[in-house]
């Protein structure tokens, strides 16, 4: 079973930062492409920024210069740096990978739009 988990999330004041986190467990192969998202109230889900496996990385232009994505591609983890929070960064954020490659006993698999559970990212004074 593979999963997406996030953590980090919390309430920030505007100006400050915060690191996200997201771990792929399971028999992983290999990821290429990690991405983290997110959806205020009333709004549509929007990509945030992605990043492959070979470092190379996009990003919203609402976040770039104050975002920063990473990953250690050894742990399967994905992380956000998010510095100089403003309010309208609000919104629960979630950890994506558009496909996983993995194993099941000797039998390598692939599976396709993996979602972490979401964490919630406040920033207000």
């Known amino acids: 079973q593979v999963q997406l988990v996030e953590s980090g999330g919390g309430l920030v004041q505007p100006g400050g930062s915060l690191r996200l986190s997201c771990a792929a467990s399971g028999s992983i192969f290999s990821i290429n492409v990690m991405g983290w998202y997110r959806q205020a109230p009333g709004k549509e889900r929007e990509l945030v920024a992605g990043?492959?496996?070979?470092?190379?990385?996009n990003y919203a232009d609402s976040v770039k210069g104050r975002f920063a994505i990473s990953r250690d591609n050894a742990k399967n983890t994905v992380y956000l740096q998010m510095n100089s929070l403003k309010p309208e960064d609000t919104a629960v954020y979630y950890c994506n990978a558009p496909s996983i490659t993995y194993w099941s006993g000797s039998r390598r698999l692939r599976g396709i739009d993996y979602w972490g559970q979401g964490t919630q990212v406040t920033v207000s004074s």
């Open positions: 990043i492959t496996s070979s470092g190379i990385t």
